[in-house]
């Protein structure tokens, strides 16, 4: 009688690990979408809400990846152009 339950409990635990292995290979060959974002072409468009000055509202905005890098470093460079220029003294 307990190698019966043994036997069971034996098949019960081969079923689980063939479900798994089953369900775990596909979930495995389809690229995650971190990996997508990671590998995105500097051509995707991409859309962004942003808060307009002296709204409430948001305004949707889409540009090319490459368009917010651009963006990105023009803010950037003149924000450090802004800090690094000393005032005129009289």
Request: hydrophobic residues 45%; positive net charge.
């Amino acid at each position: 009688m307990i190698s019966l339950v043994f036997a069971a409990a034996l098949l019960a635990g081969a079923a689980d690990q063939a479900s798994q292995a089953a369900t775990a290979a596909p979930a495995a060959a389809a690229p995650t979408k971190a990996a997508k974002t990671d590998k995105a072409d500097k051509g995707d468009m991409v859309c962004k809400r942003e808060a307009v000055l002296g709204s409430r509202m948001k305004e949707r905005v889409c540009m090319t990846q490459a368009d917010w890098d651009q963006r990105k470093a023009d803010s950037r460079a003149d924000i450090e152009k802004s800090q690094s220029v000393k005032p005129l003294t009289f």
